[in-house]
């Protein structure tokens, strides 16, 4: 049941936090992956190890989807898929800094349906189950009620403000970033920013858990064009992303379109 799935991506999500920081401070042993340059730490295997381990010895019989395992299809063909990045905001990590998450969530055909978010260094816990309601360290939590684009702090790239993408002119709006999807997807889902839009292709594992936390916490969660997010697909990308109130989601996207 999906109730018995959060609380088990709640503990998994602390114990991935107490191996991760078990490498702060040592040889990190940095790569940068062959696919797209992007680093990976021995901390990023250790979790990904782990938390592997870990929550198929507790659900067999569930697929695996990971950003640090090769991908085996035969998830496809499960009842349910742990979809996992082990170290969200690795480059953060690698840096220093606290805004780097692990981020868990569990699939059903192909709709999330438990979701954590974890940031260790700042203890936040961002949860979510499907009809549940979104918390943040227990608490419940939802997203702003700004409605008009002028007034909106959206979390986005600042290319993602480029002319060529906004046919209908570039919103006036006030950006800002953070280094892991994951944590932007939990401050929009607690109202402390009203949106958050990526045009470039997201990987499922970036944005499983926090699209339930944003969806559960009253936003309209979206691709870039308006269409719905499908998990655990065979190619595991979607087409960008774009979450705020509804009101507001609807005005983002007839200024892109």
Known sequence: ???NDLSLLIDAARRASEEAKAFIGRDLGVEN??????????ADLAVDRMLRESLLDARPRYGWLSEETPDDHARLDQEA?????????????????????????VARG????AGVVYLPMLDLLYTATTGAG????????????TDTLDAAEVLATKPTLDARHWPRGVPAVKRAHRPSLAYRLGLVAEGRFDAMLTLRPAWEWDIAAGSLIMA???ATVTDRRGGPLRFNRPHPQTDGMLGANPALHAAFLDRMT
Do not use: C, Y
């Open 33 to 42: 992956k062959a696919a797209d340059n992007s680093p990976v730490t021995r």
């Open 81 to 105: 898929t742990f979809i996992v990045d082990p170290i969200d905001g690795t480059r953060a990590f690698i840096d220093g800094q606290k805004t780097w998450a692990h981020s868990l969530a």
């Open 110 to 113: 192909g709709v999330v349906t």
């Open 216 to 218: 559960e916490a009253g």
């Open 134 to 145: 979104a918390h943040l360290n227990g608490r419940p939590i939802s997203v702003s009620g």
């Open 1 to 3: 049941m999906p109730e």
